[in-house]
C-alpha cells in the first residue's frame, strides 16, 4: 500500500488519515485538506513533506486543537516546526506540534487583546540555549511576516523552551524548573558577595554556562573527577566561596532530587573565586 486514505478532513492544512502501517494518524500540512474527501487516497510519497502524528493521545490533544484555532496559525505554526527540523536537523518530540500550536496561538490571543506576560526567564534562556533562541527568534519573524502580529520579546523565551524540549525530548515543565533553578542560584550568589551581576555581562553568561552543565551533568548521572587534595586546599584558602559552592550545589541536590558528587563543589569554587577576584579587581 503505497497511500493514505482520508478518514476525516479538519480543516484545509489537517486530516485525519488510515496510514498502511500506523492505522490511524493525524496528518499536518500545507493544504493538505483541501478539496479533500473522505476515502480519496493521498500518495505517501507526497504525505512525507509533512507531519505524521502516530501517538494516540497527541492525536486526540491535536484534534481538539484543530478545530479552535486559526487556519492561517496553524499553517504558519507548521512552516515554523518545518524551518526548526530543517535547520536543527535532529527528530522533533511529536509533542511540539500540541505545545507549539497551543502556546502561539494563545501568545497571538494575548497580543490581540493588549495583554502582556514577562517572562522571568528570559536573560537565562538566550544564555543557555542560543541555538533555540535562534529558531525561536526566526520563528516570531514569521508570525509578524505573515500574520501581522509582533509579539513581545518575552516570547522568544518562551518558545525557545518549547524547541529546547522537542530537541532534547525532555518535558517543557523540567526546562522551566532548570531555568528556575538557576535564576535562584544567580540570586544567592549575588546576596552572598554583595555583587549585582549584570544580565549581558560575560561573567553571567559564564556563570549562567557553569551552571547549566553542571545541572546536566548532575541530571544524567554523570561522575565528575576531583582530587580529595584540591578540595581540602579550596577549602582552607577560600572557606566563604566553598561555602557558597556547597549551598549552591546543595539547592541543585534538593531541587534536582539526584546526588551530586563533591567535585561539583570544588568546581563551582574555582569558578566562583575567580568571579570574586575579578570583582575585586574593578572595585
Do not use: C
Amino acid at each position: 500500500m503505497s497511500s493514505l486514505q482520508v478518514a476525516k478532513v479538519l480543516n484545509n492544512n489537517v486530516i485525519i488519515a488510515d496510514h498502511p502501517q500506523y492505522e490511524e494518524v493525524v496528518v499536518i500540512g500545507k493544504g493538505i485538506g483541501f478539496n479533500r474527501k473522505t476515502r480519496d487516497q493521498i500518495p505517501l510519497n507526497v504525505v512525507e513533506k509533512m507531519f505524521i502524528l502516530t501517538n494516540q493521545q497527541e492525536q486526540e490533544q491535536y484534534k481538539q486543537l484543530a478545530t479552535q484555532i486559526d487556519e492561517q496559525i496553524i499553517e504558519v505554526i507548521n512552516e515554523i516546526i518545518h524551518f526548526i527540523n530543517k535547520e536543527s536537523k535532529t527528530p522533533l518530540n511529536e509533542h511540539i506540534h500540541i505545545a507549539l500550536t497551543d502556546h502561539i496561538a494563545f501568545a497571538i490571543k494575548r497580543a490581540e487583546q493588549g495583554m502582556t506576560v514577562q517572562n522571568p526567564f528570559l536573560y537565562e534562556t538566550r544564555e543557555m540555549y542560543p541555538n533555540e533562541y535562534r529558531l525561536a527568534e526566526h520563528a516570531l519573524e514569521m508570525i509578524k511576516n505573515k500574520l501581522g502580529v509582533s509579539l513581545e520579546e518575552d516570547e522568544i523565551g518562551f518558545v525557545a523552551l518549547h524547541i529546547y524540549s522537542a530537541l532534547t525530548d525532555q518535558h517543557i515543565t523540567q526546562i522551566k524548573a532548570h531555568s528556575r533553578l538557576i535564576a535562584d542560584m544567580v540570586k544567592v550568589v549575588e546576596d552572598s558577595l554583595s555583587i549585582t551581576i549584570t544580565g549581558d555581562s560575560l561573567d553571567y553568561s559564564r556563570l549562567l554556562t557553569h551552571l547549566r552543565f553542571a545541572i546536566e551533568r548532575i541530571r544524567r548521572g554523570e561522575k565528575v573527577a576531583a582530587t580529595h587534595r584540591l578540595e581540602e586546599m579550596l577549602k582552607v584558602e577560600y572557606p566563604e566561596v566553598y561555602s557558597l559552592a556547597w549551598k549552591l550545589t546543595k539547592m541543585m541536590e534538593r531541587r534536582l532530587r539526584r546526588p551530586v558528587y563533591g567535585a561539583e563543589v570544588s568546581y563551582l569554587t574555582m569558578h566562583l573565586q575567580r568571579f570574586v577576584e575579578k570583582n575585586e579587581t574593578e572595585n
